[in-house]
């Protein structure tokens, strides 16, 4: 029974994200959030992540016992019927503790729609169960599948400021430029998973636009997120000092020139270059938290 309890955890932390089980991004919400840096704070913050989605990743899984079978990809809840019964019934009573817990701490009211608005997508985005069984899952088509993700990233940041502190207009910036970064997820996520995807009868947006798209597509939304670093930086929506990060652009360019110039095409020596950026993204955005603080702190003792 614990070897299943453990593979159940690991399954709720399946894909790793910088949300969950990384938890990049909370951290940054909690710098540039804070009035005072309290280790309570942040563990709030990254508990209700933890919480969130572990549920919204196991709900994905149970639903997709089909999908899985169809296209070869195992797990323990395509091997034990049980297990799937289990794993819904955990996924059901997660999205409730995150509603409770969210409605407990938030700070702002009117955080309150963004962040059901989230928890309705993630769950229609995967529900074959209940609400699946009279609409189509909003995962099956690239329309929906790309609406769900472009509009709950920036509504899950904003949901999580508002544990820390009130929304204002530095929490929209911050919701908008996230959004770059959750396209550059997106068009990227299914590549690897094209023929299995095809195989289930999902469409996906890697499906629709094909991969050679998706790459263009993402490069130019994380090269975007970069380069709002620079004003971003100079109205201080995050620390001045930030500006000088502007650099690290040199990373998402490079490999923007190199796709462009072999014409898209995804090749072995390339996984290094997605690795490196994907690097060069959480050093980035860990550095920008850390400065915040700092600069937090400089402004109290000057």
């Known amino acids: 029974m614990f070897r299943a309890f453990v593979k159940i955890v690991i399954l709720s932390a399946t894909p790793i994200t910088i949300f969950y089980p990384f938890p990049i991004i909370p951290f940054v919400i909690f710098s540039l959030s804070s009035v005072e840096y309290q280790l309570s704070s942040l563990l709030t913050l990254i508990l209700f992540t933890f919480v969130f989605f572990a549920g919204v990743n196991l709900w994905n899984h149970v639903n997709d ?11 323990l809840f395509v091997e034990s019927e049980c297990l799937r019964r289990i794993g819904i019934l955990v996924s059901i009573l997660l999205y409730a503790i995150s509603i409770t817990y969210f409605l407990k701490y938030s700070t702002d009211s009117k955080a309150f729609l963004p962040f059901f608005v989230t928890c309705i997508l993630t769950w229609v985005y995967s529900d074959k169960i209940f609400i699946g069984r009279y609409i189509k899952r909003l995962k099956q088509d690239y329309r929906t599948e790309f609406l ?17 502190s009130e929304l204002n207009i530095i929490s929209i910036f911050i919701a908008f430029w996230f959004v770059f970064f959750g396209l550059w997820n997106i068009l990227l996520k299914d590549i690897k998973d094209m023929s299995a995807d095809e195989k289930a009868g999902l469409n996906t947006v890697a499906i629709k636009l094909g991969y050679k798209k998706c790459l263009e597509y993402s490069t130019y939304s994380i090269l975007i997120f970069y380069f709002l670093i620079i004003p971003y930086s100079i109205i201080e929506i995050i620390p001045p ?15 923007y020139l190199k796709l462009r110039q072999i014409n898209w095409e995804i090749t072995p020596e390339f996984a290094g270059k997605f690795s490196l950026l994907a690097k060069s993204n959480i050093f980035l955005l860990l550095i920008i938290g850390i400065l915040e603080i700092v600069s937090s702190y400089l402004r109290y003792l000057f």
């Open 148 to 164: 769900t993700y472009l509009v709950s990233y920036p509504l899950f940041i904003l949901s999580l400021w508002s544990l820390n």
């Open 241 to 255: 000092i930030s500006i000088t990060l502007s650099v690290f652009i040199i990373i998402p360019m490079y490999i």
């Open 65 to 75: 016992v089909e999908e899985d079978k169809i296209s070869g990809r195992n797990n």
